[in-house]
């Protein structure tokens, strides 16, 4: 891919660099040709893994990213800023302040003062339980009209008001900025996400070996047993629409990233059964009382907007997502 990088700038911080989607877009910039700076915690974990392939000019501790950018930004680029507490579950709302609004935001100032082009991770987690669409709307009454479920959904909601809420009034962005409103994403390199990896990660061994797949009743009456409708969005497609950003500079807004073709998990479930050359046995179970009231049945990704702007790669069908995937974890020692 084309770089467009401008006086020498050759290098692209990817935060969040070790994790799922980081890990996933630190190997592809990489390859690209960019020196690849990556900021993430590693922990005793076998995180590290992720980036075993990967070719990195350096590794730095995301509190000192301001710091290395201070010293460093008139080599850099792009920030892709894909840290966060991604944990819909988790219950400590000021850590998810500090991680997911402060350090965005943080990065935003540095990137607008500095001439840094900035691509961010917001979430589909945004449009809460989807009262006002899926809709990569942009203009500030809309984003007020949404009610995130959790409070990661609050915390990526209230950075993309706040973006937008500097784009609106004039004051000074970067001169590309992109915040990605991911969808359901799976894919290699995710085993150390725990109990918030993808269904597929979940069930895959239980398919291989041969056992029967659980999965929840449905208690909406529109909605068969497994039914519920997700769109499902393999990362390499996540990290095919980061790099035609990072190639395109002149395109700034935000924008869903999903297929814009809602699955159930029974087809999920089903494709995972077929890539291994099974027969699907599923049976399903009583959701839990905890999550029922504020459980999702349909999510999907209105794609028009980035079409509109030109992207046009198609995305992969969730069978052949899916068959790329088991085909990983069969080959891998790795769980992700």
Request: charged share 25%; proline share 4%; net charge negative.
């Amino acid at each position: 891919m084309t770089l467009p990088a401008r006086d020498g700038r050759d290098t692209i911080l990817v935060t969040g660099g070790a994790g799922f989607i980081g890990s996933n877009m630190a190997r592809a910039l990489a390859a690209d040709g960019w020196r690849v700076v990556v900021a993430d915690w590693f922990g005793t974990g076998g995180k590290w893994k992720n980036l075993v392939d990967v070719g990195l000019d350096d590794i730095i501790r995301p509190e000192t990213t301001l710091g290395w950018l201070a010293a460093n930004h008139r080599r850099v680029e792009v920030i892709v800023h894909l840290g966060a507490i991604s944990a819909t579950t988790e219950p400590d709302v000021d850590l998810i302040v500090e991680r997911n609004i402060r350090a965005t935001l943080d990065l935003w100032a540095f990137a607008a003062e500095n001439d840094l082009r900035l691509i961010y991770a917001s979430s589909a987690a945004t449009y809460g339980g989807g009262e006002a669409g899926f809709i990569d709307e942009q203009h500030a009454d809309y984003l007020a009209r949404l009610r995130p479920l959790n409070a990661y959904g609050w915390s990526k909601l209230a950075t993309d008001r706040r973006i937008m809420s500097d784009v609106g009034a004039g004051r000074p962005t970067p001169p590309q900025w992109a915040g990605m409103k991911f969808f359901n994403v799976y894919g290699p390199h995710e085993a150390h996400k725990d109990d918030m990896r993808s269904v597929i990660h979940k069930i895959y061994p239980i398919a291989a070996a041969g056992e029967t797949v659980s999965l929840f009743r449905s208690h909406d009456p529109d909605y068969e047993d497994g039914g519920q409708l997700r769109d499902f969005v393999h990362v390499d497609d996540c990290v095919a629409v980061m790099r035609w950003l990072v190639a395109s500079p002149s395109i700034s807004g935000i924008f869903n990233v999903g297929t814009g073709q809602a699955r159930s998990f029974a087809d999920l479930a089903r494709a995972v059964f077929a890539a291994l050359g099974q027969e699907p046995k599923i049976a399903y179970v009583d959701m839990p009382e905890r999550i029922r009231k504020g459980y999702q049945y349909f999510t999907e990704a209105d794609m028009s907007k980035l079409r509109a702007r030109g992207y046009n790669a198609d995305f992969l069908s969730l069978e052949e997502g899916v068959r790329r995937y088991v085909d990983f974890l069969r080959a891998t020692d790795d769980a992700g």
